[in-house]
């Protein structure tokens, strides 16, 4: 059973950055397929970014992040953080780290899921 537990969240101005981490025990995040998502109030959650698994450095993005986030993982630490930058108050939304056995999806089937932390962009 893997736990995830993301952190890096809070309050920040319209074109400013975050750093999002989430940090999983009981599983290494080598083996998995790992992915961000995002839900805003009153919305449906959303895929964000994802990495491939083990040692692969595909990545894939949403069309609204691509240039302005980064997924990357350190199979080290048994991390894996979004770099967020220039950020608009339409990022708003709590975010959330999953992660999947097998091939890398923007589909919310994910195995394992985090509780989420919580970005606020303020205009």
């Known amino acids: 059973q893997v736990q995830l537990v993301e952190s890096g969240g809070g309050l920040v101005q319209a074109g400013g950055s975050l750093r999002l981490s989430c940090a999983a025990s009981g599983g290494t995040v080598s083996a998995y397929a790992m992915g961000w998502f995002r839900q805003a109030p009153g919305k449906e959650r959303e895929f964000v970014a994802g990495i491939k698994w083990l040692y692969s450095s595909t990545t894939l993005y949403a069309d609204s992040v691509k240039g302005r986030f980064t997924i990357s993982r350190d199979n080290a630490k048994n991390t894996v953080d979004l770099q967020m930058n220039s950020l608009k108050p339409e990022d708003t939304a709590v975010y959330y780290c999953?992660?999947?056995?097998?091939?890398?999806?923007?589909?919310?089937?994910?195995?394992?899921w985090g509780q989420g932390t919580l970005v606020t962009v303020s205009s």
């Open positions: 999953a992660a999947r056995r097998g091939t890398l999806t923007n589909t919310p089937a994910y195995d394992y």
